[in-house]
């Protein structure tokens, strides 16, 4: 069945460290993948998303590429700041069927 | 534009009892998912309505069912309440079946079995 793997928290970085949060995944056909964060004591919110190979989904200094040649969707940023310490989860939408699959989900914290 | 609501926040309840919880989609919505996300869990998909009909249904038993509204709000219900179906639990709400169309999520209710 579909599943997504990321790698597993807590990560913690120094405020302007780079950021990689690695996710693959496993699915038939073709998904949509997308990285969603939590913050603490807030619901879900879509932080991008990608809907085809190549594609690059960015939002707020975050980027992710589709690679479907190693199903990997990982999360980077240039620059952290303590704002953008949550947890984020890495998440597929099969074309076969209409639920969000979700991995374990990673914590980031952010030291100033 | 509010988003997605849902009530209660937090709801304590005893093994055996039984539990309603509501979801008011985003305006414009009609579509409407349920996740149960477990403490240090990805979210996990228990159904979705459209149509006042459900739609899809994840690996949860029947003490977990559902129910939407003409005005496209839902309830989840879960019956005889296990220990382990402590969590918390998300509404999430888009327009159509389209599966490509991006899901908004509410803030939770957690919920604590005892």
């Known amino acids: 069945g579909n599943s997504v793997t990321q790698m597993e928290g807590p990560v913690t970085l120094s ?4 950021l990689t949060i690695n996710c693959t995944y496993t699915a038939t056909g073709y998904p949509s993948l997308f990285w969603y964060v939590q913050y603490p004591g807030e619901g879900l919110q879509l932080l991008l998303k990608a809907t085809k190979a190549d594609d690059k989904g960015s939002n707020k200094g975050f980027e992710a590429t589709y690679r479907k040649e190693t199903t990997s969707f990982h999360l980077e940023k240039g620059s952290v700041q303590v704002s953008d310490s ?18 374990k989900g990673t914590r980031l914290h952010i030291l100033p | 534009d509010a988003g997605v609501t849902q009530s209660p926040t937090h709801l304590i309840k005893t093994r055996g009892q039984q539990v309603t919880l509501r979801c008011s989609p985003k305006s414009g ?12 869990q990805g979210p996990q998909f228990i159904f979705q309505y459209y149509e006042e009909e459900e739609r899809q249904r994840g690996n949860f038993p029947d003490r977990f069912s559902g129910h939407q509204f003409p005005n496209y709000s839902s ?10 179906d402590s969590a918390l639990y998300l509404c999430a709400s888009r327009t159509g079946l389209t599966a490509q169309e991006t899901q908004y999520f509410g803030p939770g209710t957690r ?4």
């Not at chain 1, 947890?87 to 991995?103: E, M, P």
Request: proline share 0%.
């Open chain 2, 75 to 84: 309830e989840l219900n879960v019956n005889a309440l296990l220990l382990g």
């Open chain 2, 111 to 114: 919920l604590l079995v005892l």
């Open chain 2, 29 to 40: 919505h009609d579509t409407v998912s349920w996740y149960q996300q477990a403490l240090g």
């Open chain 1, 86 to 103: 949550a947890v984020y989860f890495c998440a597929l939408i099969s074309n076969r069927d209409d639920k969000i699959i979700f991995g």
């Open chain 1, 15 to 18: 405020e302007e460290a780079f």
